[in-house]
């Protein structure tokens, strides 16, 4: 924000009042396709995603292999099976046929705690008390997914609290940040964007020991998502279903639909969720450092992936932003403060 020129302030704020006044109405109108989709879903047969991957888990539970498995249940629901990426990777199967869903419950709650630990802590020494008491508490309110019952079979909520537990260790301490964000996109490779991101900042930094590691993971894992590709052309037979592709156009409206259903602005009148699901990317912007610019741009760039790519029933994508998206309402103040600052114009020297 203070990179702004002067007189700009103003400009700034306006259209992101006028973004939050959009986003009210957007979200009612999304709201209204996601229910015809579903309903039209419902009238050609499909089921839940949910009741797949819950299938499929008990199914490995009893000793079948997953590839067989995944593929055939994907038949029973209409699902496709080509590409690949529209097939998940074992790695949610497999671990909850070791310890169960509710062992999955488990480590979703503490992931939660450890996200609200981690966010009070990532900002010691550059924010005030408030700002970081702001940013622990809406860490737990805006990862309450956690707790929901079908978290141990959602890819996207888990990857999303690693993603964001992720994010909020990597300035301390990015080795640790890195395993974890391994474990992300390994349970969802839509997650691999976040990697190739750091890869790239690292890179601008002249962070060479950091960057060599980042390289040296998403090659490991492009490998093993390879191998991945290999075993679902094998299991899957000739008039499996085809995805259509991911070519939505759908626009901003969707990545913010999506944030408004994963999260507790699902529980608020539209008039007060839609600028609440604007304003945390105002605060990210408003951080500035290491953190600040690597989660704007995360996010930012996701949500415009989403907006060209994702199609209405892909809003559950913006799981991957929980609960971290939210940490930047604890900076709004400051970026309005800094914006209003920046809203007068310098007067000439006499």
Not at 12 to 20: E, R, S
Not at 34 to 42: M, P, Q, V, Y
Not at 78 to 88: D, E, H, Y
Not at 154 to 183: D, F, I, K
Request: hydrophobic fraction near 60%; proline fraction near 5%; include cysteine.
């Amino acid at each position: 924000m203070r990179l702004l020129p002067r007189g700009f302030g103003w400009a700034v704020l306006v259209l992101v009042a006028l973004a939050g006044i959009w986003n009210a109405a957007a979200l009612q109108t999304r709201d209204s396709a996601h229910s015809a989709d579903i309903a039209e879903r419902l009238e050609r047969g499909d089921r839940v995603d949910m009741d797949m991957y819950r299938a499929v888990q008990a199914r490995v539970a009893a000793g079948e292999d997953y590839y067989a498995a995944v593929t055939d249940e994907h038949r029973r629901f209409g699902f496709p099976t080509s590409p690949s990426v529209a097939v998940r990777t074992p790695v949610l199967a497999l671990t909850g046929a070791w310890w169960g869903a509710q062992g999955w419950r488990v480590i979703a709650a503490i992931l939660w705690a450890a996200n609200v630990v981690a966010w009070w802590r990532a900002f010691a020494g550059t924010a005030n008390l408030a700002e970081r008491a702001g940013a622990g508490a809406l860490a737990g309110l805006f990862g309450v997914i956690a707790f929901m019952p079908e978290i141990a079979f959602s890819h996207e909520a888990l990857a999303g609290l690693l993603l964001s537990l992720a994010l909020g260790l990597r300035q301390r301490s990015w080795p640790a940040a890195l395993l974890v964000v391994t474990c992300a996109v390994a349970l969802r490779e839509l997650a691999l964007p976040f990697l190739l991101l750091w890869s790239a900042l690292s890179v601008f930094g002249k962070r060479w020991r950091e960057a060599l590691a980042v390289f040296a993971t998403i090659a490991l894992l492009l490998a093993a998502f390879a191998l991945h590709a290999v075993a679902v052309a094998a299991a899957s037979l000739p008039g499996d279903t085809v995805s259509p592709g991911w070519t939505g156009l759908i626009g901003p409206s969707l990545p913010l639909y999506g944030i408004h259903v994963t999260t507790l602005l699902q529980t608020l009148p539209a008039w007060l969720a839609g600028p609440l699901g604007v304003l945390p990317l105002l605060g990210w912007l408003a951080i500035g450092g290491r953190t600040g610019t690597f989660a704007a741009g995360w996010f930012a760039g996701f949500m415009a992936f989403v907006a060209i790519f994702a199609r209405q029933e892909n809003f559950y994508w913006m799981a991957l932003f929980v609960p971290a998206y939210g940490v930047g309402l604890a900076f709004v103040p400051r970026a309005i403060g800094d914006l209003v600052r920046r809203s007068a114009v310098p007067t000439a020297m006499s």
